[in-house]
């Protein structure tokens, strides 16, 4: 798995707790919403689109390289992702409907967690063009890019997401203490940690209202991991997913009514949703090949 929050065990649970989180009927995702994830199938990683109530999937890329953490565009019509097919992580996109995926970028460094602005122009991303991985933002009409945010030369950055009004980007960082969450302002470069208390926290999104974040809380690496919201400017955290497993790519639906997300609860990554206004959950993946990393469709305007 690509993660900077170091997924690596399986953490298995009583099959009590498997059997607590059932398969959806197509009518429980509201709006005929959609989601994009990647899965491997026969040993081969690649990305699918199924509706976010479950049924069928269909196939968005097919290559023997490894195609990995999905975004959808804000318009919904594309599809950005990272793929090791050129021997080294780059980004791509693929048109929705399928067909050819086109290199956005071209070069010999590694460059992934990509993620596209709401008014389409932009991308931000992780490379490490200069040395150390750093977080940059390119306008896709010229290719001008400069970079957002530098650490430490050894810091691991993660998981970059623009607010909905495009004015800010949540990152992770493990820089001076460990990961936590820290948001810039994409037009100066300003940027502060969401909480300087912060630790053991990654794979950060905003809320379609920007006021609250949603991100992955493990400490020390244990085969546990809870899904936490937090209020940006007040600190109130809030649990939203605590099931004895790893869980892990959280992600909130347009409306934010609901949040999708990874865990293995069962023994093996399958993609599920969870409604926040009751806490009730869903399976939506079925397929023997762990699923992963799963983001909601946006409404076609």
């Not at 199924?50 to 599809?79: Q, Y």
């Not at 650490?151 to 992770?172: E, K, Q, Y």
Request: charged fraction near 25%.
């Amino acid at each position: 798995m690509i993660s900077t929050c170091g997924r690596v065990a399986l953490a298995f649970v009583p099959l009590a707790a498997a059997l607590a989180v059932t398969a959806p009927r197509a009518s429980t995702a509201p709006g005929g919403l959609e989601l994009v994830y990647e899965e491997t199938v026969n040993g081969n990683q690649d990305l699918y689109v199924i509706p976010a109530g479950g049924g069928k999937a269909r196939r968005l890329t097919d290559h023997p390289g490894v195609d990995a953490l999905p975004r959808w565009s804000r318009d919904g019509r594309e599809v950005y992702f990272t793929s090791d097919r050129s021997g080294n992580w780059q980004v791509y996109r693929v048109p929705a409907a399928g067909g050819v995926a086109h290199r956005v970028r071209t070069n010999p460094h590694r460059e992934w967690q990509v993620d596209p602005s709401p008014d389409g122009r932009s991308i931000a991303f992780l490379s490490n063009a200069q040395g150390p991985e750093y977080l940059y933002v390119m306008d896709l009409a010229s290719g001008g890019e400069r970079v957002l945010a530098r650490h430490g030369r050894r810091t691991g950055l993660g998981n970059p997401h623009w607010s909905a009004d495009g004015g800010r980007i949540v990152f992770s960082t493990n820089w001076r203490q460990g990961h936590g969450i820290h948001i810039v302002d994409a037009a100066s470069g300003k940027e502060k940690a969401m909480d300087e208390t912060l630790t053991g926290a990654c794979e950060p999104r905003f809320h379609p209202d920007g006021r609250r974040v949603l991100y992955v809380s493990r400490g020390g690496h244990r085969d546990v991991s809870r899904l936490v919201e937090q209020v940006i400017a007040t600190g109130v955290k809030k649990v939203l997913v605590e099931w004895p497993a790893l869980n892990y790519n959280p992600v909130y639906s347009p409306d934010g009514s609901e949040v999708a997300f990874t865990s293995n609860v069962t023994g093996e990554y399958a993609v599920y949703r969870q409604r926040l206004s009751d806490g009730r959950s869903w399976r939506v993946t079925q397929g023997s090949g762990p699923a992963r990393s799963p983001d909601y469709r946006p409404r076609l305007r």
